[in-house]
């Protein structure tokens, strides 16, 4: 990393951030620190989440917050009453942060986990910015909203959805891919042999708005195998959900010659995973970006999708939306039918695999770093 004279500090909060958390918000939340980092500025990230001795992301400071009776995972109603019996102490903290790192802008990566409902006081010079990754719980996004100077969403889809609350600044900045695109565009010979025999592959953390169960129970049949990874992130709808929607998609997979379930994979295993795939399915009911489908793209990997939320976004501008797409209504089956038809067809799959990975080289991390800081300045 190299340090200008208009190098700037940021500060980026995510009370569960972790390396190698199953989920995207982290993902994206390390992407965009490796991004601002490698364009020469000093991004740090709070979080009071327990870390292993090497976070592997250069450039980055993670500073550990204190953030008592909460252990991860847990759900908001818990999360939101220790930060509201904290708020104080917290607000501290931050300053603390902000002084020791001479941070620019405090990016708070949600109103609730990222702890931009703080009512904290901070210098003047200081951007108080919110990422908007999903759409706040209301009981968060009022006093979150109405104390940022800048708001940050992802999509057009959560712009949309948070459309009349209030903000007055608000940029689309997308998510960053955490490991830019590969300067090598796909082999051909390697993704023709991936068409013919490789598995298709499922990834997602274990939350019932992904859809992999409603997948497993309709996969019976299929001749292609069917490989999926699902893990548990540092938040859950409800204390024990994660484990019970893994139970069930345990039993779902059992007995099925064709359906392989295995567990969490580190960040720096997703991308390679994902290039083993002859086509990622993508079968969640809503999604705000579509980090996975993005990072299958990112290594020439086909995506079939739900035409829901962000989805379009990401893959019509390959030009080839119309065989990777599928009305949500048709259910998981037509994804199944979809991503057949495209893999026993040699011409369109060449060519969808260098269109998805062209289209993904639009979100390196460097370049979301910059739109970022245009953003906060």
């Not at 006093?143 to 689309?172: F, H, K, Q, Y």
């Not at 929607?245 to 010659?257: Q, V």
């Not at 060449?350 to 062209?358: F, K």
Request: with cysteine.
């Amino acid at each position: 990393m190299t340090v200008t004279p208009t190098s700037k500090g940021v500060l980026l909060v995510l009370v569960s951030w972790t390396p190698n958390a199953p989920a995207g918000i982290e993902r994206a939340t390390a992407a965009l620190a490796v991004g601002l980092a490698q364009a020469g500025h000093r991004p740090a990230i709070a979080t009071a989440a327990p870390q292993p001795p090497d976070i592997g992301l250069p450039g980055v400071t993670v500073e550990r917050l204190r953030l008592t009776d909460v252990t991860f995972p847990c759900d908001d109603v818990t999360l939101r009453r220790a930060v509201t019996w904290q708020d104080t102490a917290l607000s501290r903290q931050i300053a603390e942060l902000i002084t020791l790192h001479r941070v620019d802008t405090v990016l708070f990566t949600d109103a609730l986990w990222g702890l931009g409902r703080l009512r904290g006081d901070f210098p003047g010079h200081v951007h108080r910015a919110l990422a908007a990754h999903v759409r706040p719980a209301t009981l968060d996004a009022g006093p979150a909203l109405a104390r940022a100077t800048r708001v940050i969403v992802p999509s057009p889809t959560v712009a949309d959805e948070i459309a009349g609350w209030g903000p007055r600044v608000m940029r689309v900045i997308p998510n960053a891919l955490l490991a830019d695109p590969a300067v090598t565009p796909p082999d051909p010979q390697h993704r023709e042999g991936l068409r013919r025999a490789g598995p298709v592959r499922v990834l997602a953390r274990l939350g019932p708005e992904k859809g992999v169960a409603e997948l497993l129970e309709a996969a019976h049949g299929w001749d292609r195998p069917v490989e999926v990874a699902l893990a548990e992130a540092g938040f859950e709808d409800a204390t024990g959900s994660q484990a019970d929607l893994l139970e069930h998609c345990r039993a779902l997979a059992a007995g099925r010659r064709n359906i392989t379930l295995r567990g969490a994979l580190a960040w720096s295993e997703v991308l390679p995973w994902l290039a083993g795939a002859a086509a990622v399915i993508v079968p969640s009911h809503q999604e705000t970006f579509g980090l996975v489908a993005l990072e299958a793209m990112s290594v020439g990997t086909p995506v079939v999708a739900y035409r829901v939320g962000n989805l379009p976004a990401l893959i019509e501008p390959t030009g080839h939306g119309q065989y990777l797409l599928v009305d949500h209504e048709a259910g998981p089956a037509a994804l199944h039918k979809t991503a057949q038809t495209l893999l026993e067809d040699d011409i369109l799959y060449g060519a969808t695999t260098q269109a998805v990975y062209r289209r993904a080289s639009d979100f390196a991390s460097h370049r979301i770093a910059e739109l970022f800081i245009e953003a906060v300045s």
